[in-house]
């Protein structure tokens, strides 16, 4: 199963909000410039590797959905990827990834210690800027999803080469990890345009299932991606004994035999390399079932729209989840 590099851009389900995104980036650079001057090189660094923004764009979408998008909305989404940014710093520690988006990451330029403290201060920073709305609820919903990401990643630190993780338990780290920074981008979005909660649950809903949908296919792409095609250091998730979606597919469906193996490997610690993998005949199957449990997700967040009116805002949410479809279909190919 090789994968074919997507002919889609990202700025085309984003391209509603391209003039907005354009005043996130302002605003990130102007965040930069709030560091202390010893300090701001190393966190424009971080800053300067311009990720997709998919939650800042995500949270001006939600914005333009459910009445229209503010200045509010705009900063949601810049705290939101300041706080993305900080955990990509400490992932890189973590998994000892030596590239990301085809540079160097801060752990390969300047070690791990520098680099924890980095990602500290993004993510303090952050928290502060949310006190800036002078709503207590605001800062609570931002505080809630930033602890959600980090004790996603200390389940997922905790459970490594863990025979005894079930689907269960994989889909609530995702959920927490990354699922719940699309959450808040798009639950806060429709709690500052004043929505009632039913509305701002089936938008928190959207965001969730997104997020997890995204993150299965970037545990997919972890086995069948290039790092030219991708441009982040790829197979970390075998390397530490990440159990994700296809791993745990795998175990499901393999013979007996292949069990043992896989379960040995794990028990031990070992490496889970790739040649062992696809030398197993369900390896593909455990792939696509993965993918297929992404677009159901796909398909059941763009249910929870129809809470919304009709609007190009709401279209754009529907080309995220459409734009994220032909991912996986190039996951297939």
Known sequence: MALIKSNHDINTPFKLVK???????????DQVRAFDPSVEPYVDYICNTNGKRIRPALAILAGGATGGVTPEHLKVGVILEL???STLVHDDIIDGADTRRKMPTANAKWGNGLAVLLGDALFSHSLLLATDFGDIEVCRKVGRGSRDVCQGEVMQTQRRFDLTLTKEDYFHIIEMKTGALFAAATGISAYLSGMSK?????????????GTAYQIYDDCLDLVGTEDQVGKTLRTDLEKGKLTLPLLNLLEKAD??????????IIEQQ??????????????????????TAADLLKQARAD???LDDSEWKDGLIHVT????????KCRQ
Do not use: C, F, T
């Not at 007996?256 to 490997?265: D, G, I, M, V």
């Not at 459409?322 to 279909?329: P, R, V």
């Open 256 to 265: 007996p035999s292949q069990r043992e193996k896989l379960n040995k490997r």
């Open 305 to 307: 729209l129809d809470v």
């Open 19 to 29: 003039g907005e995104l354009k005043d996130v980036e302002a605003q990130i650079r």
């Open 198 to 210: 039913e509305v701002e649950e089936q938008m928190y809903d959207y965001g969730m299932k997104l």
């Open 83 to 85: 706080i993305h940014m």
């Open 322 to 329: 459409k734009y994220l479809d032909g991912l996986l279909e």
């Open 271 to 292: 490496a889970l390399d790739l040649p062992v993998l696809i030398g197993i005949a369900e390896y593909e199957g455990s792939v696509e079932s993965s993918l297929d």
